[in-house]
């Protein structure tokens, strides 16, 4: 089964200045997707950003992009010229693409994200 | 605007009752819909995959008569969670497929057992 480790439970920024929230994640498939999610306060789901593993290039979002290193199971995010608006709890999720493979997502455990002013 | 709505989004109920909450999907047709379950401070968890016009596939640990599902068309899932305890206090989110793999959550239910 797919599993996804967020190692940071919380980590802080100050505003304007860039973070970098980790992921790792275990799986034998070739193919599948990676999703950052991002919950405030309201703890609506917001979807961040999302990357397909067949894709060498990095995902980018305006302010917001990945690292995504395949052979290492690894798939960062990030925060660049971070705002109030960006503290939340982020979520890294796993979903296979196989033909036949499951539709659910396997999320981390989060990382708390706090923006100083 | 809003994909995804849920009604209630804060409920209050009585040990022993049974209180029932309704995932629209508002731009997409859904012929599957997740429903998750998360405590403070926690992730989201599974607990089932709702099927539009069968029955529902729940996650292992999720009591199938506890939580009843019902997918009855394509724009409307509901849970119903039946007897209730305060132990099964907590946020209930549901959740559509949406374009590209993505997931389209619903705005969260928040169930207090008293």
């Known amino acids: 089964a797919q599993t996804v480790t967020q190692s940071q439970p919380e980590m802080s920024v100050q505003e304007a200045e860039t973070v970098t929230l980790s992921c790792t994640y275990d799986?034998?498939?070739?193919?599948?997707?990676l999703f950052w999610y991002k919950q405030p306060p309201s703890r609506q789901m917001i979807l961040v950003i999302r990357?397909?593993?067949?894709?060498?290039q990095n995902a980018t979002e305006n302010r917001f992009s990945v690292n995504f290193q395949k052979a290492a199971k690894s798939f960062s995010l990030k925060i660049s010229d971070s705002q109030l608006g960006d503290a939340a709890m982020y979520f890294c999720?796993?979903?296979?693409?196989?033909?036949?493979?499951?539709?659910?997502?396997?999320f981390g455990k989060g990382t708390k994200l706090t923006v100083n002013p | 605007g809003a994909v995804v709505s849920q009604h209630p989004s804060w409920v209050i109920c009585k040990s022993g009752t049974s209180v029932k909450i309704e995932c629209r999907s508002l731009?997409?047709?859904?012929?599957?819909m997740f429903w998750y379950r998360q405590f403070p401070k926690q992730s989201l968890m599974l607990m089932a995959t709702?099927?539009?016009?069968?029955?529902?596939?729940?996650e292992q640990g999720v009591e199938k008569d506890k939580f009843l599902i019902n997918h009855a068309s394509l724009t409307l899932s509901t849970l119903t969670v039946t007897s209730a305890h305060p132990e099964d206090s907590s946020f209930y989110i549901c959740?559509?497929?949406?374009?590209?793999?993505?997931?389209?959550f619903g705005p969260g239910t928040r169930l207090t057992v008293t």
């Open positions: 959740s559509v497929p949406g374009l590209l793999a993505t997931r389209y």
């Open positions: 709702s099927n539009e016009g069968s029955k529902a596939t729940y």
């Open positions: 731009d997409f047709q859904a012929t599957t």
């Open positions: 999720a796993y979903r296979s693409a196989n033909q036949g493979g499951s539709e659910k997502l396997v």
């Open positions: 799986t034998s498939e070739s193919d599948y997707y």
């Open positions: 990357q397909e593993a067949y894709k060498q």
